[in-house]
C-alpha cells in the first residue's frame, strides 16, 4: 500500500528540486531555430493614413488641429480686409 501511494504521489507530484530522484534520466531540451531576421529590399515612406501603427484618433486629431488654424487664417484675412487686426489663438 505505501509503495502505492508513494508511486502515485511521484506521478501526480514529480520531484523539482536538488531532492528528486537523481536515478532519473535528464530530460532532453528541443534547440531552438535560429529567428529568421527579414530585411526589407527597399525602404519606402510610411503612409500613415495606410499605416496600422497610427491610431484613427491621431489622425483625427491631426485634421482637427489644420482644420482650427485653417478657420483662423480665414478669420484674420477677413478682419484684415476691415482694418481690424486679429492676433488669433496661435499659441
Known sequence: MRDLICWLIGLLFPGRGKHRDEEAPPVPVA???????????????????????????????????ER?????????????????DYEGLSA
Open 31 to 65: 534547440p531552438r531555430p535560429a529567428p529568421r531576421v527579414r530585411v526589407p529590399k527597399e525602404a519606402v515612406p510610411l503612409d500613415a493614413e495606410a499605416s496600422p501603427m497610427v491610431r484613427p484618433y491621431v489622425i483625427a486629431w491631426e485634421r482637427e488641429r
Open 68 to 84: 482650427r488654424r485653417q478657420r483662423e487664417r480665414r478669420t484674420a484675412l477677413v478682419l484684415a480686409t476691415a482694418g481690424i
